[in-house]
């Protein structure tokens, strides 16, 4: 397990070692691997550590070289993303119920539901932006029972900012000197500023639970 995760983090760290020998052995399929890559992070709840924001930052640089088209890499990373948060929706609310109600309390399920209900919309969009997060927002908002016309809203708007800002961030400044010079060190910043709204919202969690236990004290 342990072996499986350093081989997780070097691949993050060096992805772009890895890409660029596969643009020229796979030609015009390497849109297909990526197309899949990006479906299945976000299309199936068991898969997240896969690479998103890094992997799309990445192919973008090598659109700006000439490797990739970056209209091509735009929409192929859109629909992907799209398609892949649409499948987990629908997984959610097929079989996510099931699933809460024989390992999870069912005023978790409620407060799911209202939770949802209330701040469903902004978290399908902010949650594109976070690893592990955003696959698991989809699936849980199927099982809280979102509704799909919001829900699918959302997830078009979210998905189109998340790969825009990414692929065409990797295109416009990726092959500038000191970012390809340093594409490693680059990547580990996109890796931990993506992070910090999940460290945000547990520092805050905590500060309310602690003001709670103040109270009620």
Do not use: C
């Not at 469903?120 to 949650?127: F, Q, R």
């Amino acid at each position: 397990m342990v072996n499986m995760l350093i081989e997780i983090v070097k691949f993050f760290m060096h992805i772009d070692e890895y890409l660029i020998p596969l643009v020229g052995s796979l030609g015009i399929y390497f849109y297909s691997l990526l197309f899949l890559i990006v479906f299945v992070e976000t299309g199936l709840v068991i898969m997240p550590f896969l690479p998103g924001d890094s992997m799309i930052f990445v192919t973008g640089t090598l659109a700006a070289a000439g490797s990739l088209n970056v209209w091509i890499l735009f929409l192929v990373f859109s629909l992907a993303a799209i398609l892949g948060d649409t499948v987990n929706y629908w997984v959610g609310k097929y079989f996510g119920e099931k699933v809460f109600h024989k390992y999870i309390r069912q005023d978790y399920l409620e407060k799911t539901k209202t939770f949802y209900e209330k701040h469903g919309a902004k978290t399908i969009v902010l949650a594109r932006f976070m690893p592990f997060i955003r696959t698991f927002a989809p699936f849980v908002a199927g099982v809280g029972k979102m509704k799909y016309s919001t829900f699918l809203f959302y997830n078009i708007l979210g998905g189109i900012a998340w790969v825009g800002l990414f692929v065409f961030g990797g295109y416009f400044f990726g092959n500038i000197p000191i970012v390809k010079d340093n594409l490693t060190l680059v990547i580990i910043l996109i890796i931990s500023s993506s992070l910090i709204p999940l460290v945000y919202e547990y520092i805050k969690s905590r500060k309310k639970k602690k003001q709670a236990k103040n109270k009620g004290d």
